[in-house]
């Protein structure tokens, strides 16, 4: 009889624990899936059909021009680590926009151009040298490769942007890989410029290195999670690095240690400075993981429709790159020299929500949008973060592989980087004079969107015709 007691009250009990389990999940699912009222002060209104219509028919019948925003040709040689990717690629487009020679710049890539709009023209003739930034030998090699002697006595700029992104990791178990490109590689890349005479290097850079993670886990019964919200801007920069737990994944970390070691690097003879995106890269359909995305697979299964965030396009960060050179140029070394500036669209930044809807209303392409639960997707992340650091311990390794592809993607470090936070770009806006860029934005994120979405549908209208 005791016995049978005994199973009772551990029945009971085990109904009481998943009751108040499920009741956790619940509560949990339910502040994932609001919006906290600090983001929806920063974004009061969501894109309404007619508005994004409106922009689209605005933008077909006058695309956005980014000829009149961009720096004088500056006679230069240029060099672009990354250079086949979405913010090189947009950099190197510009420099040739404004009257630059493509003999003039040479991309410095682990892989060849990709990208539709430099495979064709005038862009098709950019020089290119492979090389891969982890060796020192290599990065030297593809830096000293000789320039055609119409130009092999121009000065020299180096724009950084290759990068190693891996936003979901964030153990220290799988920190080395990243460091090995995003740290290690920045300083041969640095190295490499030096020896070569460079005199202007400005590297891309993150404004998620100020971004704190969220405590998801806790009380049930408070209003928020704590860092669901957050103002981002360049004032971490004048404090000692936080501890790696403080950044949201690996990537921040090595972004912020990269950043830093570039901008001490800053002389009268080798001026440097960096640019941090905020926050979401869109703007080339044939790498970018959001807009591009979506319209490359045809829609999207997300868990952050209600998430605030601010927007970049790539060309909206190469005209922060350009404007920044133009401000190393000068005579005598301006207040931005060795410093970070956020770089962002203008206009209040929306919701993911807002870019799908975008997306499935303009898209000639067929956009099939799922959203999913959060908190299980939470509690399913931390499964497979378990599962990658056993696929690394000694024994363990035999059982379990490492996560691969989609799956792997998915680790905690997501969701510390899908919060709401709403960045300014107020610094890189104030003149030279007065420490800034002298930045000046040509579109909204709701604009630049729209003229993306445009060239996809052009693009695809041509190839099924």
């Known amino acids: 009889?005791?016995?049978?007691?005994?199973?009772?009250?551990?029945?009971?009990?085990?109904?009481?624990?998943?009751?108040?389990?499920?009741?956790?999940?619940?509560?949990?699912?339910?502040?994932?899936?609001?919006?906290?009222?600090?983001?929806?002060?920063?974004?009061?209104?969501?894109?309404?059909?007619?508005?994004?219509?409106?922009?689209?028919?605005?933008?077909?019948?006058?695309?956005?021009?980014?000829?009149?925003?961009?720096?004088?040709?500056?006679?230069?040689?240029?060099?672009?680590?990354?250079?086949?990717?979405?913010?090189?690629?947009?950099?190197?487009?510009?420099?040739?926009?404004?009257?630059?020679?493509?003999?003039?710049?040479?991309?410095?890539?682990?892989?060849?151009?990709?990208?539709?709009?430099?495979?064709?023209g005038v862009a098709a003739?950019?020089?290119?040298?492979?090389?891969?930034?982890?060796?020192?030998?290599?990065?030297?090699?593809?830096?000293?490769?000789?320039?055609?002697?119409?130009?092999?006595?121009?000065?020299?700029?180096?724009?950084?942007?290759?990068?190693?992104?891996?936003?979901?990791?964030?153990t220290l178990g799988t920190f080395?890989?990243?460091?090995?490109?995003?740290?290690?590689?920045?300083?041969?890349?640095?190295?490499?410029?030096?020896?070569?005479?460079?005199?202007?290097?400005?590297?891309?850079?993150?404004?998620?290195?100020?971004?704190?993670?969220?405590?998801?886990?806790?009380?049930?019964?408070?209003?928020?999670?704590?860092?669901?919200?957050?103002?981002?801007?360049?004032?971490?920069?004048?404090?000692?690095l936080v501890p790696h737990d403080q950044f949201f994944a690996n990537y921040a970390h090595t972004k912020a240690i990269s950043e830093r070691m570039v901008c001490e690097a800053n002389s009268p003879n080798f001026r440097t400075g960096a640019i941090r995106p905020c926050n979401a890269i869109y703007g080339s359909s044939n790498n970018d993981q959001v807009v591009g995305m979506v319209l490359r697979t045809g829609g999207a299964q997300?868990?952050?429709?209600?998430i605030v965030q601010n927007f970049v396009h790539s060309a909206h960060i190469s005209l922060g790159q350009l404007q920044f050179e133009a401000a190393l140029l000068r005579k005598e070394m301006p207040k931005c020299a060795g410093r970070p500036f956020i770089i962002t669209d203008d206009g209040p930044p929306p919701t993911y929500g807002d870019m799908y809807h975008l997306c499935k209303i303009t898209a000639e392409t067929p956009v099939k949008l799922t959203f999913l639960p959060p908190a299980l997707l939470l509690i399913l992340s931390h499964i497979v973060e378990l599962v990658s650091i056993a696929s690394r311990t000694p024994i363990l390794k035999w059982i379990f592989s490492e996560p691969k592809g989609t799956l792997a993607i998915l680790q905690p470090g997501v969701f510390h980087a899908g919060l709401n936070y709403v960045g300014t770009d107020k610094a890189a806006q104030r003149s030279v004079e007065q420490g800034g860029l002298g930045f000046r934005h040509a579109h909204t994120t709701m604009e630049g969107m729209c003229q993306q979405v445009l060239e996809w549908n052009n693009e695809h209208r041509a190839s099924s015709s």
């Open 1 to 120: 009889m005791n016995s049978l007691t005994g199973i009772q009250q551990a029945g009971w009990a085990a109904a009481v624990l998943f009751a108040l389990s499920v009741a956790y999940v619940w509560r949990l699912n339910k502040w994932m899936s609001g919006t906290p009222p600090e983001a929806i002060n920063a974004s009061p209104y969501r894109w309404a059909d007619s508005e994004i219509h409106a922009t689209y028919k605005r933008i077909k019948a006058k695309p956005i021009d980014w000829t009149k925003h961009l720096p004088p040709k500056a006679n230069r040689r240029y060099v672009v680590t990354g250079g086949s990717g979405g913010v090189g690629g947009q950099i190197i487009l510009h420099l040739l926009l404004r009257g630059e020679s493509p003999e003039s710049i040479r991309i410095v890539d682990f892989r060849k151009v990709e990208r539709s709009d430099m495979k064709s």
């Open 125 to 170: 003739n950019v020089g290119f040298a492979q090389a891969d930034i982890t060796s020192p030998g290599a990065t030297q090699a593809a830096f000293d490769k000789p320039w055609p002697p119409s130009v092999a006595k121009l000065p020299l700029t180096v724009f950084h942007t290759a990068a190693l992104i891996i936003p979901g990791e964030r």
């Open 176 to 240: 080395e890989r990243i460091k090995k490109v995003n740290v290690d590689g920045t300083q041969n890349v640095m190295d490499a410029a030096k020896a070569a005479g460079a005199s202007i290097f400005i590297i891309t850079s993150s404004a998620s290195v100020a971004n704190r993670p969220a405590t998801y886990w806790g009380n049930p019964f408070r209003r928020w999670p704590k860092n669901y919200f957050q103002f981002i801007d360049e004032s971490d920069f004048e404090r000692p």
């Open 302 to 306: 997300s868990w952050m429709p209600n």
